[in-house]
Every structure is written in C-alpha cells, then in structure tokens.
C-alpha cells in the first residue's frame, strides 16, 4: 500500500498552500503527487512547478482529460515531464462526461471506450518510439486525411527521445466495460469512490479485462489508485458532514441528466434509494437538502474516518481488498501530518518506507 497526495483541480485561484503540501508530502514518506484538471487549470503544469521541487515522489495526472489534447499531444506532455523528473511521470487519463467534452472543448463524446483505446495505443507508439506513428481511426486518424485535409500529413516519430517507453498509463474508469477495458490496456486503475465492500464487484469487471487476448498487465502487476479521504480525527461526525457537500455535489450535480457516472456508480453500491433523494433534491435547487439526504454509511464506505487506530485498520482492509495505492486530499499540512502520523510513514530506526509504507506495515 502506498499513499499519494491528490491536489485535484483548482477553484477560482490557485490554491495556496499547494507547495507546503508537496513538499510536506515528499518528507512524509508520500509515495507521489497527483494533479486533475476540470474546464479551468490543467494537471501538467502544477506538477511541473511544484514537482521540481521535488525529487522522490511520483508525479502523476488524475486525470488528465482525453477530449483536451491529441494523443500526441498528451505524449509530449508525458515524455517532457517525464525526462524533467527523472523518470517520474504517471500519465493518469479519463474521459470526463459528455457536458465538459462537447460543452468546453467542442469534441463528440459518443463512444468513449473505443476513444479511449486509440489514445492509448497512440501515446504508446510515441513513448516506443519504434517506427513513425500511425493510427486508422476512426476517432484519432493519424495521418489525418478527412475533411479539410491538404493530403499532406506525414507520418512522424517524436524528435525526443522519451526516457521511458513504458512510462505508466493509468485510466480513470467508473463503469464494468470501462473497468474491464482499463484491466487490457492499461498498468492502473485510477478508481474515484472506491469502497472495499462491493471489491467482489471490482474484481469480476478487472477479471474479465485481464483475461482478453494480449492484456498489457496480470493483476499482480496492475496497480489499483483509490481516491479516499483519510481523517484522523476524534469527532467522526463532523468530518462526515464535511464530506457530505461534495459527495451530494458530485451525485446531483456533475453530469447530465440520464447520465452522471457517479450516481450510477452509487447505484451499483446499493444505494439507489439516496442517490434518488440526492438527485431530486439537487434538481430542484434544495441543495442543503440533498446534502442531509447523503447517508453516513455511504461517507464512511468511501472515505476512512477515525482515530489513528481505526485508521490504520482500514487502510489494511482496503488494501486487502486489492488497493495498491491511496490517494487523499489535504486541507493543510496537519492532516498531512496526522495521516503520516497514525500510518508511521516516515523513516523511524529500523524500517524502511521504500517511499510508501513501512516494510513490517502490517505488524501494527
């Protein structure tokens, strides 16, 4: 089990303790840093500004939108980082929702796991670096030869040299055939609202990607990313009601109707009746109201809530449940601190963090 720091996106400012954070992050014994972007800052350049000054920690997107660069594009992106860091890019990528993709970067959104799959296959001809890059299409033609075209495209190699022809590629995925197609092609699994209860149900969707013909990745070697709120804390109760707002924003409020992958994500945890409530009330502008509708099981089975004792025991059972890496969002340095604290990742005599969790973690 490792733990990441997860910086998301931005509000209406940078935020401004973001370096302190990653810095922190790295002399904590952090595994890695990882930056999102929404319709307002993008995931590359925080982790080149704040990442440089860094010199462990992995540098990741999660995720990084598919919709808001050309695959090759991405690659350069990835391959830049990558050689800045010394080897420390993870290229974490997702394909958003249909209201960012049509409405903010003008592109269809029809078919996203088909999408997908040309854009990895594209970035991975670009990191190999073996021959010109080329692609049939339909969604990502490389030469382009539709409409518009002069009839002049030439198939290129990237002039760089990337460090790393297998620079690791991570998808941001909710639903079974998306989960199944993230186990083919993919190294990782960046998984949003993950709860160790329904794992059975991960599994069965991971099984079946892993055993198509020419999967990338056997699950040992396949990594599993959970966002998860960590809160040490002697008060349970107010830190889920923290957590609540964004957990009845999310439900009710991003995506469109019909379609929003986090209800539907919920819905398959057995919580359909909420995710009704939620969804109602949120339509109809009762925000608070949608707010009070989010149970407390569901916080608390997407979130790890508790003393430094509880803490520690549920940071085992997710990673029983297949977790490799946790990703958490810090308010400040002290939560930072506190999380360090209760799953004693900084170097102590005799134990070594190997930049995640100690070696003899599961003697606690």
Request: glycine share 10%; charged share 20%; with cysteine.
């Amino acid at each position: 089990m490792r733990i990441g720091l997860q910086l998301g996106y931005w509000g209406a400012a940078p935020p401004s303790n973001a370096e302190e954070l990653v810095l922190e992050a790295e002399r904590a014994g952090f595994d890695g840093v990882f930056a999102a972007e929404s319709w307002g800052s993008d995931a590359f350049t925080p982790l080149a500004w704040w990442g440089s000054r860094t010199s462990r920690v992995r540098l990741g997107t999660s995720v990084a939108q598919i919709a808001a660069r050309s695959p090759a594009s991405c690659a350069m992106h990835a391959l830049t980082l990558d050689h800045l860091s010394g080897g420390r890019c993870v290229l974490g990528l997702g394909v958003s929702g249909p209201q960012v993709v049509e409405g903010w970067y003008g592109a269809p959104f029809a078919k996203p796991l088909a999408r997908t799959r040309e854009y990895v296959s594209i970035v991975r001809q670009v990191l190999a670096r073996e021959a010109p890059v080329r692609n049939a299409g339909p969604h990502h033609r490389l030469p382009y030869d539709g409409p518009g075209s002069l009839g002049l495209g030439k198939s290129l190699r990237p002039i760089t040299h990337p460090l790393r022809a297998d620079l690791p590629i991570w998808l941001g995925a909710e639903g079974p055939r998306n989960v199944a197609q993230t186990a083919e092609i993919a190294d990782g699994w960046l998984a949003v609202y993950y709860s160790p209860r329904v794992a059975a149900m991960y599994d069965e969707w991971l099984a079946e990607g892993f055993a198509r013909p020419g999967a990338r990745r056997s699950r040992d070697e396949f990594e599993i990313a959970a966002s998860c709120q960590i809160l040490v804390t002697d008060d349970p109760a107010a830190e889920r009601a923290r957590l609540k707002p964004s957990l009845a924003l999310y439900i009710g409020g991003m995506g469109a109707p019909g379609m929003n992958f986090h209800a539907e994500l919920f819905r398959r945890m057995d919580y359909g009746s909420a995710v009704d409530d939620v969804v109602r009330l949120f339509a109809a502008g009762r925000r608070a109201d949608a707010v009070s509708a989010v149970p407390d099981e569901m916080v608390d089975d997407v979130a790890i809530i508790g003393d430094a004792h509880e803490v520690r025991n549920r940071v085992r059972e997710w990673e029983k449940a297949g977790v490799s890496t946790l990703l958490v969002g810090c308010r400040d340095v002290a939560q930072l601190r506190g999380i360090a604290d209760a799953l004693r990742l900084v170097d102590e005599p005799g134990l070594s963090t190997n930049g995640g969790l100690p070696t003899n973690y599961n003697k606690f």
